[in-house]
């Protein structure tokens, strides 16, 4: 082997290599890395968006909601909430109410979402780590109070402190027009979730809420957490399917589940595309070594003159393209690594020197680019890179072995 590799190492460092071979040599390791490299990195990319997606816009978005078919809401939730959270994998139950509605402001109007939480069962929530604590605060101590995403109060130029207008609808049995219910809300807080939410949410007290919205037993429904967000479809079906009421049941696979599935299209996609990059890279070695062994012939017939063996002839070969491999994979890997672990900052600093932002928070549900390097994909795009490699020595090297020393020497 010491010999095998001793013999690859001269001959990929001959001066008399001509400058094609050389020019393809040096293709072939670029590609390989240049493929490791973006791999990575849109790798590590696409494992920001999900996990994102799961503490931030799953924050804030229910796993999995059941709510009562009737107007005057969910029978005995409080029941209902005590024997769900004794399921090992939920993490919180919390009852709620929800409407759309009309913000008023002045003279100006938005259309909102708002939904009506109890502090006592949201304080310990994921929703309560977005908000600020003093934000917190005023919302628990003002049975008046409502929360606002940033969007809304930027549409409508509210601040902290001031007093707005909810108007609700009220639907009548004999559908003729009925004005909306009026209350006015102070406003506790603002919250910034990203994206299209902040355009439209807003959060008032349970209590408040369920007055307003004429709900006898105090809430339209609960809202479910739990610690795997992809069993929310069937364990909330299971809650659902177990109380003897008329409800709706939905989770979050059903609201959101669009941008879930859209990171993964966008991984596989990701995956097929640079692994052919690699492949394509790889068999620039296939290239690379077919004209090596035309030109190193005479070194080979001498070689076997001498009593190397094919074994060794086929082992400088795959040794000289494993060279190349490895070189391109390295510096992929490391360099890839190195983007992706800083790839915020990165994007910050572009963002800066060209004045525009990468991603929008209007559009997207953050406006900054994660990136989450996991070893396993690491490991794996450098396998992937040395496998094929590996594939593309083998038919050169055979076809080195098979030189015949007579007919080599002679011409």
Known sequence: MNLALLLAWRFRNSKQLKGFTSFISASSTIGVGLGCFVLIVLLSLMNGFEKELKDRLLSVIPHGEL?????DGLEDWSSLTASILQDPSVVSV????????????????KAIEVVGLSPEYSQNNALSALIEKDVWARFESDAQGIILGEGVSEKLGI????RVKLLLPQASDDL???PPKTVWLTVSGIISI???LDNHLAFMRLKKAADVMGIAQGAHGIRLRYHDPFMAQFKTRKFGQNVMQHLYMSDWTRTQGHLYQDIQLVRLVVYIALTLVIAVASFNIVSTLVLSVNEKQGEIAMLKTMGASNTLITMVFVIQGLINGIVGMVFGVLSGVLVASNLSDIAVAIEEMIGAKILSGDIYFINFLPSVVRVEEVVFTATIAMILTILATIYPARRAAKIEPASALNH
């Not at 919390?94 to 109007?109: S, V």
């Open 67 to 71: 709510w009562a078919v009737s107007p």
């Open 94 to 109: 919390e009852p709620y109410a929800k409407a759309t509605g009309m913000l008023q402001f002045k003279r100006d109007l």
């Open 159 to 162: 601040e902290v402190g001031e």
């Open 176 to 178: 003729s027009l009925k």
């Open 194 to 196: 990203g994206g299209e």
